[in-house]
C-alpha cells in the first residue's frame, strides 16, 4: 500500500482559486468513492474538509469543493483567503485499510 | 459532543514497546457501524495510518507495520490503547486518534496527538 501521490506545495493569490491533486490507483481512489481531505495549520490536528469525495462537513466553507476522475482526486479552493494558507491531505479507504497522500502545502501569496 | 485524547510516554528507548491511550467521550464504541482510528505524523511529513478498531472488534492494520501493532477497546472505559513493540527513531511523531462516524469512510474528529521521541 503505497502512499497516495500529492504536488509538494501549491500556491496562489487572495480571491485566486487553486486545485490541489491526489493520484492513487484502482485498488484505492479509483476503485472506491470514499475519498476524504484533510487541512492541517502548523501544529494542530487535521480537518475534515471533504468526504465521500465531494461532500463538505458543516461548518466548512462552500468555498471548499471535491471531485474525482479516475484514480485522480481533487481539491479546489475558490476564493482564496490568508486563513487557508495550510497543509492539505487527501485520504482513501480500501476494502480494508486506510491509505494517505504526502501532503500539500498551500502558501497564500 | 465528541472529544478524543491521547495519553501515554513522551519518550521511549529504542526496543521498547510503546504503548497509548485514547480517551474519548460523545459516543460509544458499542455503537453499531462506530470506529477509532490511530495516525501518526513525523515532525515535518505526511501522516500516515496505523490502525482502526471497530464496533464489533474488527481490526484492521497498517499492511507496513502490522506485525508490531496491537489495538485493543475497553467498551466501558471509552478507552482505545495501541501498543507498538520494537520502537526506533524513526518512530518518532505525533500520534493521533480520531473517531470513524457510523459505518463512514473518513475521520471526523481527531484527537490533540501526543509527540512521541524513541532515543536513547
Known amino acids: 500500500q503505497s502512499a497516495l501521490t500529492q504536488p509538494a506545495s501549491v500556491s496562489g493569490s487572495p480571491g485566486q482559486s487553486i486545485t490541489i491533486s491526489c493520484t492513487g490507483t484502482?485498488?484505492?481512489?479509483?476503485?472506491?468513492?470514499?475519498v476524504s481531505w484533510y487541512q492541517q495549520h502548523p501544529g494542530k490536528a487535521p480537518k475534515l474538509m471533504i468526504y465521500d469525495v465531494s461532500n463538505r462537513p458543516s461548518g466548512v466553507s462552500n468555498r471548499f469543493s471535491g471531485s474525482k476522475s479516475g484514480n485522480t482526486a481533487s481539491l479546489t479552493i475558490s476564493g482564496l483567503q490568508a486563513e487557508d494558507e495550510a497543509d492539505y491531505y487527501c485520504?482513501?479507504?480500501?476494502?480494508?485499510?486506510?491509505?494517505f497522500g504526502g501532503g500539500t502545502k498551500l502558501t497564500v501569496l | 459532543q465528541i472529544t478524543l485524547k491521547e495519553s501515554g510516554p513522551t519518550l521511549v528507548k529504542p526496543t521498547q514497546t510503546l504503548t497509548l491511550t485514547c480517551t474519548f467521550s460523545?459516543?460509544?464504541?458499542?455503537?453499531?457501524?462506530?470506529?477509532v482510528g490511530w495516525i501518526r505524523q513525523p515532525p515535518g511529513k505526511a501522516l500516515e495510518w496505523l490502525a482502526l478498531?471497530?464496533?464489533?472488534?474488527?481490526?484492521p492494520y497498517s499492511p507496513s507495520l502490522k506485525t508490531r501493532l496491537t489495538i485493543t477497546k475497553d467498551t466501558s472505559k471509552n478507552q482505545v490503547v495501541l501498543t507498538m513493540t520494537n520502537m526506533d527513531p524513526v518512530d518518532t511523531a505525533t500520534y493521533y486518534c480520531?473517531?470513524?462516524?457510523?459505518?463512514?469512510?473518513?475521520?471526523?474528529?481527531w484527537g490533540q496527538g501526543t509527540l512521541v521521541t524513541v532515543s536513547s
Open positions: 478498531i471497530y464496533w464489533d472488534d474488527d481490526k
Open positions: 484502482s485498488s484505492d481512489v479509483g476503485g472506491y468513492n470514499f
Open positions: 460523545g459516543f460509544s464504541l458499542s455503537t453499531g457501524g462506530v470506529g
Open positions: 480520531a473517531h470513524r462516524p457510523t459505518y463512514r469512510r473518513f475521520f471526523d474528529y
Open positions: 485520504s482513501s479507504y480500501t476494502s480494508s485499510s486506510v491509505v
